[in-house]
């Protein structure tokens, strides 16, 4: 992370945009398994800014199957926008807590309201390419990367953020190993770095992250959104997607390692981690120890 020694921790309990429920609980994981106490063993400045409101799913009638619970999910992520632009606007490193994957909206939008379009590592097994039109499911967070970009229509637009929040030519993914037709095809024309799985096992990560970093890195700001399920569900069974073949333990903690040590990451979202479906919040805690690496936690 870059030099600021503050930290503002947000939580977003949003679980409309994912398939399977229980992310909601995430923020409350995460908390819970010492995120607080790792940060300030760090030597920063720790704040903690609460829970964002969230609509709740069997209260809220689905009025786009294509694009379920957009209106919702983008009210959500513009309370996201505005405590995370704060953040930065005070010199924090923004942190924040998911829920599913389509919080990255309100973080992407309040970083590009700050600092202008940026750059992100998107380190996660799918790609979140997907749009209203070509996503399988109807499920956002399969689209937040897609409207970050710009691409994934017009619904995604909200009072509160300009789109595109990422120049299209600052992406890198991490970690993919499922990815929709769709999306193939928009990563045929997204001048982004991919590292798949395959790439990972015969680059290395050192390479890979060196590499993605390398891409990334401009003006603006640097987002680095992890996925908890890009890490293999033997080490993190808590997500709702999970997809064999991941990154280990050790190979998810030298990303981050990586990251810390190049300085370019001004802040983080760590999303996904389903507390229903974890095992004694393995999940939860891996996800502290991994925010720890990122800001700068080493073994010696």
Known sequence: MQLQRKVAVIGAPLD??????????????I???GLATRIIE???????????????????????????????????????AELVGDAARDGFVPV????????????????REVHGPG?????????????????P?????????AAALGLAGERF?????DLPALAPGRVALI?????????REVLKELDARVFTMSDVDRLGVERAVREALTHVAGPGFVHVSLDMDAIDPDVAPGVGTPVRGGLSYREAHLVFELVAESGLASSLDVVEVNPILDRENETGKLAVELVASGLGARIL
């Open 175 to 183: 970690g993919v190993r499922s990815l929709d037709d769709g999306e």
């Open 96 to 111: 924040v807590l998911g829920g599913d994957h389509s919080v990255a909206l309100g973080t992407l939008g309040g970083l």
């Open 31 to 33: 908390r819970y398994a």
């Open 137 to 145: 499911s109807g499920n956002v967070h399969g689209m937040v990367l």
């Open 42 to 80: 760090l030597g920063y400045e720790y704040v903690d800014r609460g829970n964002v409101g969230t609509a709740v799913a069997e209260a809220t009638a689905v009025v786009d199957e294509q694009a379920r619970f957009l209106p919702q999910i983008k009210a959500t992520c513009r309370h996201i």
């Open 16 to 29: 409309l945009g994912a398939g399977r429920r229980g992310v909601d609980m995430g923020p409350s994981a």
């Open 119 to 135: 750059g992100a590592i998107w380190i996660d097994a799918h790609g979140e390419l997907n749009s209203p039109e070509t996503s």
């Open 157 to 161: 637009r909200e009072h509160g953020w």
